[in-house]
Nanobody
């Protein structure tokens, strides 16, 4: 399985960005796809996840109400719509995938076997 993330950039606080993750591979239909982010000097943290088969989602409390994860099954694409961005959202954002359940207990990097290359999001104040 390969994951290709795109859509990062520089935006002012309060602005919006939409990240995309294209997945390839025959096992994607059984996957949970997640977005993580990592700011300089910090650990990689969970942002949101979506179960490919039924569209169920999980969002981190820190971004709930501002970010939304979705998927387009036909295009094998997962999107992360980010609104009301804050400077503390600045990080490298990674999409990831694994044949795992969607739950808070599994919202850790160790639960995901496949990773995209990351895309930089910078929010200026």
């Amino acid at each position: 399985v390969q994951l290709q993330a795109s859509g990062g950039g520089l935006v002012q606080a309060g602005g919006s960005l939409r990240l995309s993750c294209v997945a390839s591979g025959s096992t994607v239909s059984r996957f949970t796809v997640a977005w993580f982010r990592q700011a300089p000097g910090k650990e990689r943290e969970f942002v949101a996840a979506i179960k490919w088969s039924d569209g169920s989602t999980l969002h981190a409390d820190s971004i709930k109400g501002r970010f939304a994860i979705s998927r387009d099954r036909a295009k094998k694409t997962t999107a992360l719509q980010m609104n009301s961005l804050k400077p503390e959202d600045t990080a490298v954002y990674y999409c990831s995938g694994s044949n795992t359940v969607i739950s808070s207990a599994r919202a850790t990097p160790n639960a995901y076997a496949y990773w995209g290359q990351g895309t930089q999001v910078t929010v200026s104040s």
